[in-house]
């Protein structure tokens, strides 16, 4: 029987998913029925959401109706004097499951975010070897939109990281002109203004390469994306509008990818208007390919029943079963499903019965590379995978390069 913790999976009933809590511990056991089918259990003092028995045929599928209605039961638990919690997007493995044409597919999918940033120092000589000093060059001159922007990034939460951008842009192209003030005294509608000045700019500016595909003139695509479909459905919640309510992730891609592009587009009205640059280094799509292909050249996927989490090792320490655990290895291939231009991983797949005859429950994972532990990662608590006939454990590293645009947010 397929469980996590002790408690039934229910994967001969459909499709299910396991989510970790971002921001703590649920404060008493809380059930929650699915309209149309299914249920979620968040456990007492757990830091999960177990949702079961959904109507789901895909991963896709079963990930997008799995995580609403987690969401839906943490909304529907705060009425019961529960914490205010929220799940964690990004950072911590998922396990999800549904039943195909060929039975039970589980799988854990952990994804690791890398950072790349390199930094080179150039020293100057006169004639006689002396060092020539070369002094600082001007600081820039602070605005207001550097604030907004700021936050943007920082911020790992995406609708409060699109809003904050929104307010950059609006911020900065009010410094290229502000909106007029009619005869009555009334400001300029911000949907007479925006087209207007993204108009103006467009003069000065090639927005091309940060408006979406559209037959139209970029200014009016970026406009009509930016303020008519974007910034009306995440700012606004009147019913009978297009709303994107928060940690809604059906709509997540096309949020985050709109706002990288949106970054891009400010940084370079910045550099226009502003006179302000944004520092940055890493890797170009061919170098990540090379490291890629080291990283997953080799892999083996492994199991183990192991409870050490490696955030309480040293950092870089990690050993594969530090407290003597089981270890199972799983056949491995590239994880290709996933890959892209900064993305790149391994699959390891067998049955859940052969894997639970070499390990006792999965409790950590990672790969191994000559037997040397390469990337290691933990679940919340004991997941059994028996009866399961298809379990894959997918590892994922994605590149963001320093200073590049965020593109990873938790919630």
Known sequence: MASFEGVDLTVGKGGGAIFEIANGQIDGEFAYSLEGGGNVLLLAKGEVAIVRALHSSNYEECVAVAREGANRALDMSLLKAGAPLFLDHHRQPQVVWWR?????????????????????????????????????PPQDDWDESLRFYRTSEASSDLFDSFRNLYLAIEALLSVVSPPEIKPSGRSEPESDWLPRVLRQVQTVVDLEPFAPPSPKAPHNAIYEELYGALRTAIFHAKRGRSVWL???????????????????????????????????????????????????????????DDPTRHVDEPKGEYQIAPAGGRVFRLPTAVASEFADDFTAGVVGHESGDVIMGGVDAIRRFGTLQNEQLAMVENLAGALDVSGVDRVEVILIATNRNHGAPRRDFDS
């Open 100 to 136: 195909g044409a060929t039975g039970v597919t589980l799988r854990i999918v952990s994804v690791t975010p890398l950072t790349m940033r390199f930094s080179i120092t150039g020293v100057v000589r006169n004639a006689e070897g002396d060092i020539v000093r070369t002094p600082p």
């Open 246 to 304: 928060p940690q809604e992730w059906t709509n997540r891609d096309r949020i985050t990818e709109a706002r990288e592009r949106y970054a891009r587009m400010f940084r370079d009205l910045a550099k226009h208007y502003l006179n302000v640059s944004f520092g940055g280094s890493g890797l170009s799509k061919h170098g990540f390919a090379a490291m890629a292909e080291a990283m997953v050249k080799d892999a083996t996927v492994y199991v183990s």
